[in-house]
């Protein structure tokens, strides 16, 4: 067993002979497989302005192909000339850390409550992301090894029943009018890449428009304070447990610092998917998973603490580190059913119709207490 784990620690090494790489695969075929995956598994990087001022079909379909390819091999992609401008991303980080600057008592004035809402500011530890769906063993991780981060979620905020929670104008001013113009671009970006992915997939560009039209996204601000390492590298800790996302799409807007790791489907191992300036990345959920009839993949990835700057002999702090991230829906009362391009006789659904609010709700709910 060790030898076959070091001969696959040398067969990703980049400087790996030919001679070893075909020994390895004549002596471990299943070992070649995880090789040849790993070697190919890169989050691809998109250009998708060609995508946006397109004026022809075909035009189109071309960076529709490469967005799907990405979401069906990776689940993840890097996406720039996305139209969203860095000064409007970097104003937006700007509002969330004087947010997270204030007192603790300000900030606990609007707290999150209730999974249904969603909404509000998330002490450090209350969430702890994970793939169990037992409350029980999701409430006996909490308190071994609680995220070591804060979080604000801010929802549509016309919503009838659940109201968002904004901090006083005298507090925070401009947050709420700079998240609300946020929520909007986002969605807006949401709309033109599910355009993308429905032409990949063979069905008409509109096909999801009035499926995901009314904004049932959560914009979440995160913030991951600098924290003794000795404290960081408990057992079970990191800066964001593996999980996966619920929803159709996530947008995320990685700051310089990064830390966000993306499992390698095939060979379970976690590779970095370090920030590119001007880039959003962008990954596919559970639901658009399901959706596709797993034609497209949901990926596991998780956010480690970067390097440690030494303060003693004994401990390091870790630097503090924010993102955004923009967590899109389809409409709650949408109902998810496999796509008709993602059925065929080999390949049946597998899942049985459920609407988003059924899966989301379901899903938070086991996740917050
Ligand atoms: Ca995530």
């Known amino acids: 067993m060790s030898t076959l784990k070091s001969l696959s620690a040398l067969c990703r090494a980049p400087a790996l002979t030919r001679d070893l790489r075909s020994l390895a695969r004549r002596k471990y075929s299943t070992l070649a497989e995880d090789v040849r995956s790993d070697s190919t598994f890169r989050i691809p990087l998109i250009d998708f302005s060609a995508f946006r001022t397109a004026t022809s079909l075909s035009e189109k379909r071309r960076i529709a192909d490469d967005i799907v ?80 981060k804060e979080s604000m979620e801010i929802g549509r905020d016309w919503d009838p029943v659940w109201k968002n929670k904004w901090p ?4 925070a ?24 992915i429905a032409l990949g997939l063979d069905l008409d560009e509109a096909f999801f428009d009035r499926k995901i039209d009314q904004q049932y996204h959560n914009l979440r601000l995160l913030s991951y304070p600098s924290i003794r390492t000795k404290l960081l590298s408990k057992e079970g800790q990191a800066r964001a447990g593996a999980h996966s996302d619920y929803g159709t799409l996530t947008l995320l807007f990685q700051d310089s610092v990064g830390g966000l790791e993306v499992q390698n489907p095939h060979t379970k191992q976690y590779q970095p998917a370090p920030p590119i300036p001007g880039s959003i990345v962008i990954n596919a959920g559970d639901l658009l998973a399901r959706w596709s009839n797993d034609v497209l993949r949901s990926t596991l990835h998780r956010v480690v603490a970067p390097p440690a700057r030494k303060v003693s002999d004994t401990e390091g702090i870790t630097p503090a580190r924010q993102s955004i991230a923009f967590f899109c829906n389809p409409n709650f009362d949408a109902a998810i059913e496999s796509l008709p391009t993602c059925v065929s006789a080999t390949n049946p659904s597998k899942y049985t119709s459920v609407t988003t609010e059924e899966y989301i709700v379901g899903r938070l709910e086991a996740t917050y207490t």
């Open 69 to 148: 390819n990405g979401f069906k091999e990776v689940g993840f992609v890097y996406l720039t000339g996305h139209g969203i401008a860095g000064d409007t991303i970097d104003n937006v980080y700007k509002k969330s850390a004087s947010f997270f600057s204030l007192p603790s008592e300000i900030k606990e004035q609007v707290p999150w409550d209730d999974p249904r809402a969603n909404r509000g500011y998330v002490k450090v530890g209350r969430e702890r992301v994970t793939q169990s769906s037992d409350a029980a063993e999701i409430a006996a991780l909490r308190a071994k090894a609680p995220d070591t």
């Open 168 to 171: 006083k104008e005298s507090d």
């Open 173 to 196: 001013p401009g947050f709420k009018q700079t998240m609300l113009q946020f929520f909007q671009t986002c969605h807006e970006l949401h709309t033109v890449v599910m355009r993308s």
